[in-house]
């Protein structure tokens, strides 16, 4: 059997409101996910939120147990966060980092990314290196001796950029950099929900994540992966007494798993919420969630290729995700979103403040986003299309 379309729409209740094209950005919650969050708040005001999260502890444990099901790791490896910058923040500052070592960054590397990562190395000496990139904009992974010796210690990834369909050979610039013994940090933001994230097959140290994009959670959550043989070598920059044990009066212990990075407190019904998202996901199938997200984004690219004035800015070659992104002559994506979103279509926007290396080099200084899930229909997308090539007719009269 195919993917149940027609269920996945109907367990979407926001998509009367839009024809919602930014689950890139943040997505529409199915109707389980937003019943699960708003049931557990309604018995923290009944019970309090210790004794609510104590009914729940199974639900909450099945949330790593989701979480490894679908990227293929054990529970025990996978730490709960409030975001995947969190998630990621504590992986790279947990690395250990001298004057004198290299960090290895792609060239499609986030805002986020870019600054935590300059930050470090002006603390500790260390030097940034980008990995060299193709006509397409991914690794060259064929050009990666050079640049991966003995004085990197850290590589950090992004299989998916927020502003591109882009996809990263994730698997072989894993392989290189571990040969030299670099430590891996691969970013799943956009790719977490969209494609298959396999830890073992992509031979990563950590994998970062958010639940609000394409597994449809809800904001304030996400996750890290840690590879549990690397797990003993590492120390958060911050503990507390869930994610370390008290010893005594001056010692303490960390966790053995992946809580030690975890806090005590957080937000219950939305890590409750995000372990409903994927089970979601799992329950649908993801291979077929997959398949139809990339068989939209296809269909989208091909019409956008037929309208006048509309480019489309993805690679041409090698494999895309279901980001899709476009400029129009002579319309300003920001303010195009903001049209577009005024005339009930939402999409979304990348400036080259977030992507600094990837825009600036082809010289964009922002581009339109569209990404569909799902729940998006035919109609929805004919409706965009309608508004585009309205942009695109407005601005040539100009």
Request: aromatic residues 4%; contains cysteine.
């Amino acid at each position: 059997m195919g993917l149940d379309l027609e269920r996945v729409r109907a367990d979407t209740p926001g998509r009367a409101e839009t024809a919602f094209f930014d689950s890139a950005g943040s997505s529409l919650p199915p109707h389980p996910v937003l019943e699960t969050v708003l049931a557990h708040l309604r018995r923290e005001a009944q019970v309090g939120g210790y004794r609510a999260a104590g009914e729940r502890a199974d639900d909450l444990a099945d949330v790593k147990i989701a979480l490894g099901a679908l990227i293929g790791v054990p529970p025990a490896s996978v730490a709960l966060s409030d975001s995947a910058t969190r998630a990621w923040s504590d992986f790279f500052y947990a690395v250990s980092l001298r004057a004198g070592d290299r960090i290895a960054v792609s060239h499609i590397d986030y805002a986020t990314n870019a600054v935590a990562t300059l930050q470090r190395a002006r603390a500790v000496g260390a030097e940034i290196v980008v990995l060299p990139s193709d006509a397409q904009g991914r690794t060259d992974v064929e050009a990666l001796d050079p640049v991966l010796d003995e004085r990197v210690a850290l590589v950090s990834l992004v299989q998916v950029p927020t502003q591109s369909g882009l996809v990263e050979p994730i698997a072989a610039i894993a392989a290189k950099a571990r040969a030299v013994g670099a430590r891996v940090l691969l970013d799943a933001c956009q790719s977490i929900g969209q494609i298959p994230v396999d830890a073992a097959a992509l031979g990563v140290d950590a994998i970062s994540g958010t639940g609000r994009k394409w597994l449809r959670g809800p904001r304030g959550t996400g996750f890290l992966h840690v590879r549990e043989e690397l797990l003993s070598t590492l120390e958060p920059r911050s503990l507390d007494l869930h994610s370390a044990q008290w010893t005594s009066t001056d010692t303490y212990e960390l966790a053995l798993d992946a809580r030690r990075f975890e806090t005590w407190e957080c937000d219950v019904a939305a890590r409750l919420g995000l372990g409903r998202a994927v089970r979601y996901l799992l329950d649908l199938g993801p291979e077929q969630v997959f398949a139809e997200l990339s068989r939209r984004a296809a269909a989208i690219r091909e019409a956008l290729a037929e309208l006048p004035g509309v480019t489309v800015r993805d690679p041409d070659d090698g494999p895309v995700g279901a980001i899709v992104t476009l400029t129009i002559d002579g319309v300003d994506p920001v303010a195009a979103r903001a049209e577009l979103a005024a005339r009930g279509v939402t999409v979304g926007a990348s400036s080259a403040s977030s992507a600094r290396r990837d825009l600036g080099a082809r010289a964009l200084p922002a581009v339109l986003r569209i990404s569909a899930h799902a729940f998006v229909t035919d109609e929805d997308t004919d409706r965009l299309l309608i508004e585009l090539a309205a942009l695109a007719r407005r601005a040539g009269a100009h």
